[in-house]
């Protein structure tokens, strides 16, 4: 949904499964909400230009971003100010499932990114976003202290689903490596296909990948028991999979997952946050 609103321009609001069925059955929805313009106006501008730029650069600074928001803004919408335009739809969707799955964002708007003019209401609230909040937010995703070369149970990414990209970053990551802990991927059917057509299912099978389709681990038990250690580059796992799946969470880069999962240890770059 909050992908839908914020990146797409479409307009939706937070409708359980039988709502979105009956609204697609007679073609009408309520005439409320994220549906009208007046509720699309930011409430909470975010100013961001003192983020350091390399930070901002790094794949695993949009989910803490998203994540951050969900915890601030709750309900409400948000205008980002200060960050460099972005194409990358996987650095979007990362963004929009953290903040949905921390708070209730809706939609975010992020000038010069995002489709629609980020209007501000009038009184809005203006936070200036400093790197020492994001490092703040980044720990809130770990429910387990841990150091370098401490066990981990397992690894987990695709939550939102992973992408064709995704799978080929990831595949240049591990670098024909082998796995030395189990490491789940989640995507959708339509990904798979996207990678048989490509010539790429070859190297999913010889990754030693465990895919996980249409589906993920906090919603269906597959991890082996209900204990252990987990790391995630998805802030929505990093937020459900204690409360879903009895494991406790690490976050970090899906450089980390992949290093740490041909380690068998953690291996978490830790340099940027700081």
Same mark, same amino acid.
Request: charged content about 20%; overall charge negative.
């Given at each position: 949904?909050?992908?839908?609103?914020?990146?797409?321009?479409?307009?939706?609001?937070?409708?359980?499964?039988?709502?979105?069925?009956?609204?697609?059955?007679?073609?009408?929805?309520?005439?409320?909400?994220?549906?009208?313009?007046?509720?699309?106006?930011?409430?909470?501008?975010?100013?961001?230009?003192?983020?350091?730029?390399?930070?901002?650069?790094?794949?695993?600074?949009?989910?803490?971003?998203? /994540?951050?928001? #969900?915890?601030?803004? %709750?309900?409400?919408?948000?205008?980002? !100010? $200060?960050?460099?335009?972005? @194409?990358?739809? =996987?650095?979007?969707?990362?963004?929009?499932?953290?903040?949905?799955?921390?708070?209730?964002?809706?939609?975010?708007?992020?000038?010069?990114?995002?489709?629609?003019?980020?209007?501000?209401?009038?009184?809005?609230?203006?936070?200036?976003?400093?790197?020492?909040?994001?490092?703040?937010?980044?720990?809130?995703?770990?429910?387990?202290?841990?150091?370098?070369?401490?066990?981990?149970?397992?690894?987990?990414?695709?939550?939102?689903?992973?992408?064709?990209?995704?799978?080929?970053?990831?595949?240049? /990551?591990?670098? #024909?490596?082998?796995? %030395?802990?189990?490491?789940?991927?989640? !995507? $959708?059917?339509?990904?798979? @296909?996207?990678? =048989?057509?490509?010539?790429?299912?070859?190297?999913?099978?010889?990754?030693?990948?465990?895919?996980?389709?249409?589906?993920?681990?906090?919603?269906?038990?597959?991890?082996?028991?209900?204990?252990?250690?987990?790391?995630?580059?998805?802030?929505?796992?990093?937020?459900?999979?204690?409360?879903?799946?009895?494991?406790?969470?690490?976050?970090?880069?899906?450089?980390?997952?992949?290093?740490?999962?041909?380690?068998?240890?953690?291996?978490?770059?830790?340099?940027?946050?700081?």
């Amino acid at each position: 949904m909050a992908f839908c609103n914020s990146v797409l321009g479409a307009r939706t609001e937070r409708y359980g499964d039988f709502l979105d069925i009956c609204a697609a059955l007679c073609g009408r929805a309520p005439e409320t909400g994220l549906h009208l313009d007046e509720s699309r106006h930011a409430t909470l501008e975010v100013d961001t230009s003192a983020l350091d730029p390399r930070l901002v650069d790094e794949d695993a600074f949009w989910p803490v971003l998203g /994540a951050w928001l #969900g915890e601030t803004a %709750a309900g409400r919408v948000a205008a980002f !100010t $200060g960050l460099p335009r972005q @194409d990358n739809e =996987d650095r979007l969707k990362a963004m929009g499932a953290a903040a949905a799955s921390t708070g209730a964002v809706g939609l975010f708007h992020i000038a010069g990114t995002t489709p629609e003019d980020p209007q501000l209401a009038p009184g809005h609230e203006t936070i200036g976003l400093t790197g020492a909040m994001l490092h703040a937010a980044r720990d809130r995703l770990s429910t387990a202290r841990a150091k370098t070369g401490d066990r981990v149970d397992a690894v987990a990414v695709g939550s939102p689903h992973f992408s064709f990209e995704e799978f080929r970053r990831l595949f240049a /990551a591990l670098d #024909g490596r082998k796995l %030395a802990v189990p490491f789940y991927v989640c !995507t $959708g059917r339509h990904t798979l @296909d996207a990678l =048989d057509r490509a010539g790429l299912s070859v190297d999913l099978k010889a990754s030693g990948l465990t895919v996980v389709a249409d589906t993920c681990i906090v919603v269906t038990p597959i991890l082996p028991s209900n204990t252990g250690l987990l790391l995630t580059n998805s802030g929505k796992f990093a937020h459900y999979t204690r409360p879903n799946t009895g494991y406790e969470v690490l976050y970090g880069s899906l450089a980390d997952c992949a290093e740490t999962a041909v380690a068998g240890r953690l291996v978490r770059e830790e340099a940027l946050w700081r």
